[in-house]
């Protein structure tokens, strides 16, 4: 009876929520390096903000978010209408795939990536094609050899989650140039959750090559640097053609008014931004060092998190879950001796280690 797609399909194993553990064990702190959340929390401005709007929550919100469009339009130089917001990033993958794939279509995307690009191909009974990582990052001309006729879509994470390596600007535009030879009506979707976050001066902004007329479609979230993970809000950006199709399909309320609130009061406090980018940088600086005096291998990153070799990682999990650290094993995504781990405060960062290391 059931959708024949979803039988080899889990559902989404998120990070254990603090509280959860709390129950569990008694324990006073907890230090939750799961999620890739923003240690520092949500802006006070955006915590405001949400406490205005409370006097509202009984009228439905203005379904287009037309105020946190036009703020977003400003800074990012792009029309309203190439922008489309989301409960979540996540959301807007679902919205991108139901407006878009038919099954038999083909998806490519690398993998080990984000489990998401997966779930929604199953849904829509479109042919997943995972293309592995090399060397923990996108292997593009692989995924540029599977890009053919039946191609709708292709996923790139940059940086990619779990490994949090990045693709460069070069590979990016000689990936590009060969999706659009093989097929000009693929959409190659940009998924830069952690924008914010990344220094190498190689990064390229995916908008640059919306503007420059390749079908690109770039995604962001106010879920990671700007702290807002826990009311849902993420956006969109592509082309006018593509975004009137998914505001079709999008729901009509699908992002709430404290979310709008939030993320418009977020956007406009780039100093918290900056503060979180800065200590998260000096936070990931020590677990870089401290890792490399234990001898214990990571993959650098250019993102809040790191993927981190500890041998059996769900045992690893287990004991730092009993001294109430919070980190993800890697197994259901094929990498069984790696966890990742978040980077936290600096209490966070150090109880990790010291507990890391006890274990192993
Ligand atoms: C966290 C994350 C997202 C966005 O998540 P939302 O909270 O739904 O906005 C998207 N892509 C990747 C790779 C992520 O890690």
């Not at 999706?179 to 902004?205: G, H, M, R, W």
Request: proline share 4%; net charge positive; charged share 30%.
């Amino acid at each position: 009876m059931f959708k024949k797609s979803l039988s080899d399909l889990k559902p989404y194993p998120p990070g254990k929520p603090v509280e959860e553990l709390k129950r569990e064990l008694g324990l006073r702190k907890i230090y939750k390096m799961a999620s890739n959340e923003n240690f520092l929390g949500a802006s006070k401005k955006a915590i405001n903000a949400i406490k205005k709007e409370l006097k509202k929550i009984h009228f439905y919100p203005e379904g287009g978010a037309p105020l946190l469009k036009r703020a977003l339009s400003e800074k990012l130089s792009v029309k309203e209408t190439q922008l489309i917001l989301g409960n979540g990033t996540n959301e807007i993958i679902h919205i991108l795939g139901e407006t878009i794939l038919s099954p038999g279509d083909k998806v490519v995307y690398a993998w080990p990536s984000f489990i998401v690009y997966r779930i929604i191909s199953k849904i829509t009974e479109a042919e997943a094609v995972e293309v592995p990582l090399k060397n923990f990052a996108h292997d593009l001309d692989s995924m540029a050899k599977e890009v053919d006729r039946k191609t709708k879509l292709v996923f790139v994470c940059n940086p990619n989650n779990p490994t949090g390596t990045i693709v460069t600007k070069n590979q990016l535009a000689e990936f590009l140039e060969k999706v659009k030879d093989k097929n000009s009506d693929t959409i190659v979707a940009l998924d830069e959750a952690y924008f914010e976050y990344v220094q190498s001066p190689d990064y390229p902004d995916g908008l640059k090559f919306l503007r420059e007329g390749y079908n690109v479609f770039v995604l962001r979230t106010f879920s990671k640097a700007y702290g807002l993970a826990g009311v849902r809000i993420g956006y969109g950006i592509g082309n006018e053609k593509l975004i009137q199709e998914m505001e079709k399909v999008r729901q009509p309320f699908n992002t709430n008014r404290l979310a709008q609130a939030a993320a418009l009061a977020a956007l406009k406090d780039t100093k918290h931004v900056e503060k979180t980018v800065k200590k998260t940088l000096k936070g990931k600086a020590y677990l870089y060092q401290a890792l490399e005096r234990m001898n214990v291998q990571f993959i650098e990153s250019e993102t809040n998190f790191i993927l981190v070799k500890v041998g059996k990682a769900k045992e690893v999990f287990e004991k730092l879950l009993k001294k109430g650290v919070i980190v993800r094993p890697m197994d259901g995504y094929g990498l069984p001796e790696w966890i990742r781990v978040t980077v936290g405060s600096e209490s966070a960062n150090k109880t990790f280690i010291r507990e890391l290391e006890k274990i192993l």
